[in-house]
Nanobody
Framework: QLQLAESGGALVQPGGSLRLSCAAT????????MCWFRQAPGKEREGVSC????????IYADSVKGRFTISRDIAKNTVYLQMNSLKVEDTAVYYC???????????????????WGQGTQVTVSS
């Protein structure tokens, strides 16, 4: 059974850092394009960052460029999201998602993803 499980969410002060993890079971994440999305209360789920399956190239939403870094550990079958210089507006539930086929023009389209995790809460507040 294919599953994604996020962890690492917490309450953190503005300017702080967190590292989220997404562990994949039932499939090899090397074969999938892995992405992070987030959803704040009352807002649509939005794409944050992706790492491509074969090239491991990355892409980021403008709102997180220079602050967030996506990476993966093939041996551990896990994807990470390092979040630095956190802002109050980063508060959201963060989801891990996987898609087999890549589209640079629609990587942020949540409807094109094959698998989703349950999410982990990140709260940035003083």
């Amino acid at each position: 059974q294919l599953q994604l499980a996020e962890s690492g969410g917490a309450l953190v002060q503005p300017g702080g850092s967190l590292r989220l993890s997404c562990a994949a079971t039932g499939f090899t994440l090397y074969n999938y394009n892995m992405c992070w999305f987030r959803q704040a209360p009352g807002k649509e789920r939005e794409g944050v960052s992706c790492i491509r399956s074969s090239s491991s190239s990355t892409i980021y939403a403008d709102s997180v460029k220079g602050r967030f870094t996506i990476s993966r550990d093939i041996a551990k079958n896990t994807v990470y999201l390092q979040m630095n210089s956190l802002k109050v507006e980063d508060t959201a539930v963060y989801y891990c998602a996987a898609r087999l086929f890549w589209s640079a023009n629609s990587w942020h389209n949540k409807y094109e993803y094959d698998y989703w995790g349950q999410g982990t809460q990140v709260t940035v507040s003083s």
